[in-house]
């Protein structure tokens, strides 16, 4: 048997009814969404992940300002699952809009967001910290 590779690229691409986001509809209907994900045997990854969003829904609604069209992410992190089932997952998840247009509020969209996982056999918990404003 060959032995398994070091590393693995995987791609996936996905349309969908909409993109919802911790219960926030992003794309108010269909959403093309896909990404590239690197993992390699030590537990260490890297990948992209892009979604369409409705361009109106962080605009300002009062005056008809567009938002953006298009998010990107880009993430990293260390996966690892010990013997006993015990596992951890450290990521940073950076949210990049291109178009660079802000919110109706006028902040900048950008932002990075930090999480710590810990899992055990079906039981996972997850913190997440978004670090920037």
Avoid: C
Avoid at 24 to 43: K, T
Avoid at 92 to 101: A, F, P, S, V
Avoid at 112 to 117: I, K, L, P, R, S
Wanted: proline share 3%.
């Amino acid at each position: 048997a060959e032995p398994a590779p070091a590393y693995t690229l995987t791609y996936n691409l996905g349309l969908y009814s909409t993109y919802m986001f911790r219960g926030v509809d992003y794309s108010d209907g269909p959403a093309l969404q896909g990404g590239i994900d690197w993992a390699h045997s030590s537990g260490f990854y890297l990948g992209t992940w892009f979604s369409n969003l409705d361009p109106y829904a962080f605009g300002d609604d009062t005056t008809g300002t567009k938002g953006n069209h298009l998010e990107t992410d880009f993430y990293g992190g260390y996966a690892h699952t010990f013997e006993n089932g015990f596992g951890v997952n450290f990521l940073g998840n950076y949210y990049k809009y291109l178009e660079g247009r802000n919110s109706a509020n006028n902040h900048k969209q950008d932002s990075f967001e930090a999480a710590v996982a810990l899992s055990y056999k079906w039981f996972t918990y997850t913190y997440y910290n978004m670090l920037t404003d």
